[in-house]
């Protein structure tokens, strides 16, 4: 039986109304659809002929917003997603063509945070499988950013909120791990001092750290270092090379000069692995070696 677009949004909207009560408030999809998964079901049984409409639907969602007829276009979408995921779902392939980074959504609610956007679950595939190679419980917003190596090997993805924190996860294809990249609570035993930059002229504290990436090495990657104010603004305060393979910071790079925690001295130590430089003749490398080491 072959319905037409009057009929089809005749079913939807009848059973949106059946999902999304008057008093309903802050719920996310799984919580409407669990008091009514037959309403849920007659929407989705109608398949892509309901794509159209559902679709229409979904586009006008609005952040912040906790009317009724919100949640319904909310419900919308999510109905739209699950019978066509593509739709809603970013894929990402690997320069090698080998793997695609997939970020699925898992809910579309964001007016319960009107700042993050719409949360993705993100997960490795491998194409030729069609497995998941790497899968990661994290949540990260749409608008963060992505960067494949140059040899497939790995991807780095930035995730954050806000003004409060930005860090940093890599995919690392052969061992199949997601690796957090240092942030503030290693990079401040390092140091050992806050990382907090005060601005005397203006009377604003820069305490959020942002863990920024910014290129790839063989085997390494090297992160910019930030600090913002709760509402936004900031400096760069330097930067690090973390190994990939013996997870550890290599180089640290601080303006010791931005470092000052309520006006109190920065005390910096840095860690390093030698040599840093490796020059053929071995006693011109051991004399430049020693000279960085002091």
Known sequence: MILSEA?????????????????????????????????FSAIVALGEDA??????????VRGYDYSVENYQRILARYAAYTIQPELYTLTYPSPDGKYVLKWAPTTFVTMLD??????????????QTGKTAIACAEFFEEESSLHWSPDSRYAAVSAGYRHSYRDVYVFYMASGDCILLPGEEELETLLETELTYYDADTDEEFSCVHILFDEWGTDTVTARIMLSSVVGGGVEIGGYTYDLA???????????????????PAAVSIKASYPIIDVPDAAVNERINEQIRE
């Open 7 to 39: 009929e089809i949004a005749e079913i939807v909207d009848r059973n949106l109304d059946i999902l999304v009560k008057k008093d309903t408030q802050y719920s996310l999809e799984g919580e409407c659809i669990n008091d009514h998964p037959e309403a």
């Open 51 to 60: 794509l159209p409409y559902l679709t229409e639907l979904g586009q006008n």
């Open 114 to 127: 009107p700042f993050m956007g719409t949360m993705y679950n993100i997960s490795v595939i491998d194409i």
């Open 246 to 264: 013996k997870r550890e910071i290599t180089q640290l790079v601080i303006d010791t000069m931005l470092i000052v925690s309520y006006a109190e």
